[in-house]
């Protein structure tokens, strides 16, 4: 568990004891028990449980993070599907513009990447640095794994999409990688190959 300092300083304006910031705080330290309960608790609050499992599923903290973010790159797949079950918004963006498909890929939190993927998340979304998953999956450079299943999704930005400072995912794999001319090999139409 995070200490009541740390804990402070990422919610420095809510109590302790806000159901809001024991959510998030679960689904970062993989507490399903606890994402149970409070998910149980909101649902009995009104008639329907609506109203106050949506305010917990969109709960942030004061950079923008959601439960689902925390659960994504965290790589805590159970709280990831727990939370996507009950509705969370797989497409939900930090103060930064960062999905949970972002944060799952930058950590390389390969089955996370492949579940939020699995449930539609936008792969071609972008943070307010232009970048996408897959940028930040090549830039982080911590393994192969999410990179290749990341590019082999129909419509990975590989080409086209370039960040804030000019590049594009293949720009970023030639730097960082390897592997950086087969990108390279396969960016001209095989016409001009021949």
């Given at each position: 568990?995070?200490?009541?300092?740390?804990?402070?300083?990422?919610?420095?304006?809510?109590?302790?004891?806000?159901?809001?910031?024991?959510?998030?705080?679960?689904?970062?330290?993989?507490?399903?028990?606890?994402?149970?309960?409070?998910?149980?608790?909101?649902?009995?609050?009104?008639?329907e449980g609506v109203m106050e499992l949506k305010e917990l599923l969109s709960a942030k903290d004061q950079d923008g993070y959601t439960a689902l973010h925390r659960a994504a790159y965290g790589g805590h797949v159970?709280?990831?599907?727990?939370?996507?079950?009950?509705?969370?918004?797989?497409?939900?963006?930090?103060?930064?513009?960062?999905?949970?498909?972002?944060?799952?890929?930058?950590?390389?939190?390969?089955?996370?990447?492949?579940?939020?993927?699995?449930?539609?998340?936008?792969?071609?979304?972008?943070?307010?640095?232009?970048?996408?998953?897959?940028?930040?999956?090549?830039?982080?450079?911590?393994?192969?794994?999410?990179?290749?299943?990341?590019?082999?999704?129909?419509?990975?930005?590989?080409?086209?999409?370039?960040?804030?400072?000019?590049?594009?995912?293949?720009?970023?794999?030639?730097?960082?990688?390897?592997?950086?001319?087969?990108?390279?090999?396969?960016?001209?139409?095989?016409?001009?190959?021949?």
């Open positions: 568990m995070l200490s009541d300092v740390y804990q402070r300083l990422i919610f420095p304006k809510r109590s302790l004891g806000d159901p809001k910031k024991q959510f998030i705080v679960a689904a970062e330290n993989n507490d399903l028990s606890t994402i149970h309960r409070l998910i149980e608790s909101a649902k009995q609050k009104d008639a159970e709280v990831l599907q727990c939370l996507m079950k009950y509705g969370a918004n797989i497409n939900n963006r930090t103060e930064d513009g960062w999905t949970p498909l972002h944060s799952a890929a930058f950590w390389n939190k390969l089955s996370c990447v492949q579940l939020l993927i699995t449930a539609g998340a936008d792969l071609n979304a972008l943070t307010n640095s232009g970048q996408t998953a897959l940028h930040l999956a090549v830039s982080n450079n911590q393994g192969p794994e999410t990179l290749y299943l990341l590019m082999a999704q129909p419509g990975a930005p590989v080409y086209g999409v370039r960040n804030k400072l000019g590049d594009e995912v293949a720009d970023i794999i030639k730097r960082n990688t390897p592997y950086g001319d087969v990108c390279y090999a396969f960016s001209e139409p095989v016409t001009n190959l021949l």
